[in-house]
């Protein structure tokens, strides 16, 4: 059956809860893809599902742009800086105690992680994520 969408519905901004749950899981999706890619992988088996720039992508500019706007969580709370930087340890720490101590260090989590929060904190949208992790390449 076709269906007809208007200019305005296309335009309409999406009302859906933005949770802590939802943060988090951008945070690990992110940095995980990120350290993957640093080690030559383009696409990357996370949660069950197989992810590749486009959702570490997704994942940072629902961040940035959440910071940017000052989104609330559902929670109440406001999406910040702080709070960001906040979760991004808590996971990052979680991923840490997740995965063997050898995987961890011979990974380039570090790396990613530091790209992933430059990439989510900046006042400027970088283009894509790619861009400065081929940096990090070098």
């Keep these: 059956e076709d269906v007809t969408v208007t200019r305005e519905q296309m335009l309409q ?4 809860a ?23 992988k383009g696409a990357v ?20 742009q959440w910071i940017q706007q000052k989104a609330a969580l559902d929670d109440g709370r406001m999406v910040s800086a702080e709070l960001v930087k906040t979760l991004m340890a808590d996971e990052m720490n979680a991923l840490k105690a997740a995965i063997p101590f050898e995987a961890f260090k011979a990974g380039r989590f570090a790396e990613a ?14 283009e894509f994520l790619t861009l400065p992790a081929y940096e990090a390449l070098a």
Excluded at 13 to 16: C, S, T
Excluded at 27 to 38: D, F, H, N, P, S
Excluded at 45 to 64: F, K
């Design 18 to 40: 933005r949770t802590e749950a939802g943060l988090r899981e951008n945070i690990r999706v992110g940095v995980q893809y990120i350290e993957a890619w640093l080690r030559g």
């Design 113 to 126: 992680i530091a790209i992933f929060a430059d990439l989510c904190l900046s006042e400027k949208l970088t």
């Design 45 to 64: 088996p996370l949660y069950n599902l197989m992810e590749d720039a486009a959702t570490a992508e997704i994942c940072r500019t629902q961040i940035w």
């Design 13 to 16: 901004v999406h009302e859906g």
